[in-house]
């Protein structure tokens, strides 16, 4: 079978399950549509966090924003992963105690105050949709990429799929989905870049991998430094002194930006007890941070075989997975010395 | 005095994680970076490695002292 038609029977697959779950787990009363009757383990709702949040930013582009950036593209590392930190001391905990369905109830409650409560109302609704625009830009390239349709067709098809799961299941149909999803993600992202760790340092374990010697026996760091200084762009673990405040201070707003996301808070009040709350952020951190100590494996990964294969090519060689991308309009060629 | 220990565990959980990051990942960077771990340099492992492995940890570590302090206090919910 072509690879075409395999994609299309995975992907199929996937949504599949993703309906069928969302059938087997039906809403049957407000409190279960909201916050999914308040029932979930910590840790099925640490999966469910990890993949609510971990979507096309995470998935599709931050590999290639930080081997595009080297050193300073940990910003984005550490800012999505520090929030849960701040998530799980400050604020989680208390929420769940207050024991109210979304945010803008527990401010209303707790400031006495319907007009604040608009506030908070218009704010969420403020950050989930500039959020959502962002992953249907994602779903849309997604699909225009592995099922060969117009990125228009692709967005109704993501679309589709989720506001029929959601709307039938409600938050607890979409918690089981999203441990499904946590699982595809996961194994669909670690699987080839342990086989590549494998390939490129004989260390099976990415986080290690890119720390260790090549097969050439340097450090596969100081090669691509070497390779990145070589072909004229800064060497990848060099720091940008002029750029370090930028970097704290995105850092830092990344950080309380992720651990004020509306759709993220609301996970913590599906959980039945505040130590529940507690833990289950420490399990979504952890399953968030094999995805994002991956990452930057990855992007080493990918940027030194770029280099290694794409520099000083001429078009007609180019690889075809190039081609494949350059139709979804993410890359272009051009010819920096006129060959 | 259970606020009160509640409130020093969040001070010291919360430095690590600013000194982690902040410091060793951005500030200190390249400081750090004089030093290696296998072929990482330092700075550059903290801010792409270490610091998100010490979030992980603190977070657990903060779950384990609350739940030792809720059942010292008696509001350990079953």
């Known amino acids: 079978m072509s690879a075409q038609t395999w994609t299309y029977i995975l992907v199929g697959g996937t949504f599949l399950v993703y309906i069928i ?43 290639g924003l930080i081997a595009f950036m080297g050193f300073s593209g940990g910003q984005y590392l550490m800012g999505w992963t520090g929030g849960y930190v701040l998530l799980a001391l400050l604020l989680a905990p208390y929420l769940r105690k207050f024991g109210k369905f979304t945010v803008p109830d527990f401010i209303g409650e707790r400031y006495y105050s319907k007009n604040a409560r608009l506030i908070a109302l218009i704010c969420a609704l403020f950050v989930s949709f500039t959020y959502v625009v962002g992953q249907m830009k994602g779903v849309g390239v997604a699909f225009a990429r592995f099922l060969n349709v117009p990125f228009d067709t692709g967005v109704l098809i993501g ?115 505040v130590k529940d709350a507690r833990i289950s952020a420490g ?41 494949n991308w350059e139709r979804t309009g993410l890359l272009s060629f051009e010819d920096k010395n006129q060959d | 005095m259970y606020w009160k220990t509640n409130l020093k565990y969040l001070a010291i959980l919360l430095l690590i994680w600013f000194v982690v990051s902040f410091l060793f990942g951005i500030l200190l960077a390249e400081t750090l970076n004089q030093f290696h771990l296998g072929g990482f340099p330092l700075g550059f492992w903290f801010a792409h490695q270490g610091s998100i492995y010490m979030f992980v940890i603190l977070i657990f570590v903060y779950v384990y002292l609350m739940n030792r302090l809720d059942k010292k206090f008696n509001v350990d919910e079953i």
């Open chain 1, 159 to 273: 679309i589709g799929i989720v506001f029929f799961y959601a709307v039938l299941g409600g938050m607890k149909g979409i918690t089981y989905t999203q441990v499904a999803q946590f699982c595809v993600l996961i194994f669909a992202f670690t699987v080839p870049a342990i086989f590549i760790s494998l390939q490129m340092t004989g260390n099976p374990i990415p986080q290690l991998g890119f720390g260790s010697r090549g097969t050439d026996g340097v450090f596969l760091l100081e090669k691509l430094n070497q390779l990145s200084v070589d072909l004229g762009f800064d060497s990848y673990t060099s720091i940008d002194k002029n750029n370090l405040i930028n970097m704290f201070f995105i850092t830092g707003a990344l950080m309380f930006g992720t651990a004020g996301l509306p759709h993220v808070i609301v996970r913590f009040f599906t959980v039945p007890r």
């Open chain 1, 283 to 323: 399990w979504a951190l952890l399953f968030i941070a094999i995805l994002y100590t991956t990452a930057p494996a990855v992007a080493v990964f990918a940027r030194t075989n770029i280099l290694n294969s794409l520099s000083n090519a001429s078009y007609e060689d180019v690889p075809s997975w190039f081609t």
């Open chain 1, 21 to 63: 779950i969302a059938i087997l787990s039906r809403a049957g009363s407000t409190k279960e549509f909201y916050v999914a009757g308040g029932g979930v383990s910590p840790i099925a709702n640490g999966m469910a966090t990890a993949a609510d949040w971990m979507s096309a930013a995470s998935f599709l582009s931050m590999t």
